[in-house]
């Protein structure tokens, strides 16, 4: 049974920081992994998804890279921002359509 | 991106009252839409695979006569909690597939809080 587990839970850091939230799953039959962002009450927005065959994607200040092997992905956020907070979600794809999410690391970025 | 839409976003119940929350896609028909349940600083559990023109797929240990849904059309899923408790108060969160965009690509709504008093 895949299982996701993201480290750390929470985290509090200084406007303009880089920083690395890390995901890891137990199988590493997966069809994709997807990070996705969530505000407090609100739904989810999709981040970066990487294929199974795939080792990283980059949209403006995030990467997200994959190492199937190892059952690890990590989110490099470059020169935080407030804005930035939220919380991120890495979810992996078992099949087609199912996603196995993590717990989610909760993000402060402080002004 | 393509935008799916939930009503109500919130909701409060009375104990043992059915509730109906309602997924749309706007702009795009979603053969394949999703349910999610998501408890307080838990992740997001699916809890069934909605297609539509046919039967729901529950994830093991949903009970599928206590959370209806339907698919009636390409556009449209309902979930019915039926007999609400306490227990079912949750962030219940739907997504949809566009088929046109592969088969990777789910859009998610922006949840249903309900709480049952």
């Known amino acids: 049974k895949q299982e996701v587990t993201q480290i750390p839970a929470a985290l509090s850091v200084p406007e303009g920081e880089n920083l690395v939230l890390n995901c890891s799953f137990t199988d590493s039959a997966i069809y994709n992994l997807q990070w996705f962002r969530q505000d407090p009450g609100k739904g989810l927005t999709s981040l970066l998804l990487?294929?199974?065959?795939?080792r990283e994607q980059t949209s403006g200040r995030l990467n997200a890279s994959l190492d199937k092997s190892s059952g690890r992905s990590t989110l490099y956020i470059a020169a935080s921002q407030p804005g930035d907070s939220a919380t991120y979600l890495c979810?992996?794809?078992?099949?087609?359509?199912?996603?196995?999410f993590g717990t989610g690391t909760r993000l402060k970025v402080l002004a | 991106g393509a935008v799916v839409s939930q009503h109500p976003s919130w909701v409060i119940c009375k104990s043992g009252t059915s509730v109906k929350i309602e997924c749309r896609s706007l702009d795009f028909q979603a053969t394949t839409m999703f349910w999610y349940r998501q408890f307080p600083k838990q992740s997001l559990m699916l809890m069934a695979t909605s297609n539509e023109g046919s039967k729901a797929t529950y994830e093991q240990g949903v009970e599928k006569d206590k959370f209806l849904i339907n698919h009636a059309s390409l556009t449209l899923s309902t979930l019915t909690v039926t007999s609400a408790h306490p227990e079912d108060s949750s962030f219940y969160i739907c997504?949809?597939?566009?088929?046109?965009?592969?088969?990777?690509?789910?859009?998610f709504g922006p949840g249903t809080r309900l709480t049952v008093l």
């Open positions: 979810a992996a794809a078992e099949g087609t359509y199912k996603y196995i």
């Open positions: 990487i294929q199974s065959s795939q």
């Open positions: 997504s949809a597939r566009d088929p046109k965009e592969g088969t990777d690509t789910q859009y």
